[in-house]
Structure formats: C-alpha cells, structure tokens
C-alpha cells in the first residue's frame, strides 16, 4: 500500500519528463495564480480596491453636499435674524409670548389598553 502514492508520484514525472511544454504550462497557470488570486497585489485585490474607492468618493460628494448645505445655513444664520426664528420655532418648537403653538402629528398610533378598558 505504500508504493501506490509513490508510483502515482513516479507516472506523474515521466509524464512530465515526456512532454517538455507541460511543465512550462503548470509554471505559467501556477504564476496566474499567485499574481492573479493569492498575491496581496492580486487582481483579485485590485479590482476589490476599485469599489472600495468608488464607494469612499460617493461618500465624499455627499460629506461635500451636506457641508455645502450647512454652510449655507451658517451664512444664512450671521446675515438674517428671522432665519434665528425660523429655526427656533421650527425644530425647538420655541415661540413668542403671545402665541400658541399647536403641533399635528401625521403618526398613527395604535391605541393601548388602559387599566380601565380599551381607548378610542
């Protein structure tokens, strides 16, 4: 049992021996191998890089885009005084002293029980 790997082993040199271009054509598929898939400059990484650096500059427009807009907003802020109160109003729900302010909501919440019985 032994020798049986070892006269696989013998028929795979002799046919190597036989036919001379077949050992260049297993250097050459062994080559693209280690440069195209297992080398750490493989293309394989090369094109994994592509996308990294398609995603990160999507990524940059829309940093871009936001500090533009709020850019803006800090101009807007330093030149107009209503623009204060716009804000205030709108996202602290701040308001005057004379004034109500009622907020609507579009949510749908789901009524809860209470101890005494169901809501409607």
Do not use: C
Not at 61 to 66: L, N, S, T, Y
Not at 72 to 83: A, C, E, H, M, Y
Not at 97 to 112: A, G, M, P, T
């Amino acid at each position: 049992m032994s020798r049986e790997p070892l006269a696989r082993l013998g028929r795979v040199w002799n046919t190597f021996r036989r036919y001379k271009s077949l050992k260049y054509i297993v250097v050459v598929l062994l080559g693209v191998l280690l440069v195209g898939f297992l080398d750490e400059n493989s293309v394989w990484n090369h094109f994994n890089n592509r996308r990294q650096i398609g995603e990160l500059r999507e990524e940059i427009a829309r940093q871009r885009a936001r500090y533009e807009a709020d850019r803006r907003q800090i101009r807007l802020l330093d030149t107009d005084p209503k623009t204060i109160e716009k804000i205030a109003r709108e996202r602290y729900f701040m308001k005057a002293e004379d004034e109500d302010i009622f907020v609507l909501s579009d949510d749908k919440r789901k009524s809860q029980p209470t101890e005494n019985g169901p809501t409607e």
